[in-house]
């Protein structure tokens, strides 16, 4: 079945950065894009990044453009998120997302916080 294991949250100082990982199986994962969105506390959940299945054309919501960085490695079936200049509004869950046969399969979601 559709995996997608993210790692690499935590808590980090603003103007910090991070790298998130996501691992996936159960799919072929070089025919898919890839997505990460993000919730905050009391937010819905939005789309920060996208990626296509060859890693072209990334895409990116607006407040995170110019900081955040989505690459794939297609060898290693994992999606990254390179996060830089945190600030304080990044702090949510991140999830790494693909949609397959029209339905949207989800990881478990990782914590990122950016405090002092």
């Known amino acids: 079945q559709v995996q997608l294991v993210e790692s690499g949250g935590g808590l980090v100082q603003p103007g910090g950065s991070l790298t998130l990982s996501c691992a996936a199986s159960g799919f072929t994962f070089s025919s898919y894009g890839m997505s990460w969105y993000r919730q905050a506390p009391g937010k819905e959940r939005e789309l920060v990044a996208g990626?296509?299945?060859?890693?072209?054309?990334?895409n990116y919501v607006e407040s995170v453009k110019g900081r955040f960085t989505i690459s794939r490695d297609n060898a290693k079936n994992t999606v990254y998120l390179q996060m830089n200049s945190l600030k304080p509004e990044g702090t949510a869950v991140y999830y790494c997302?693909?949609?397959?046969?029209?339905?949207?399969?989800w990881g478990q979601g990782i914590q990122v916080t950016v405090s002092s």
């Open positions: 990626i296509t299945s060859a890693g072209g054309s990334p």
């Open positions: 997302s693909v949609l397959i046969w029209s339905r949207r399969r």
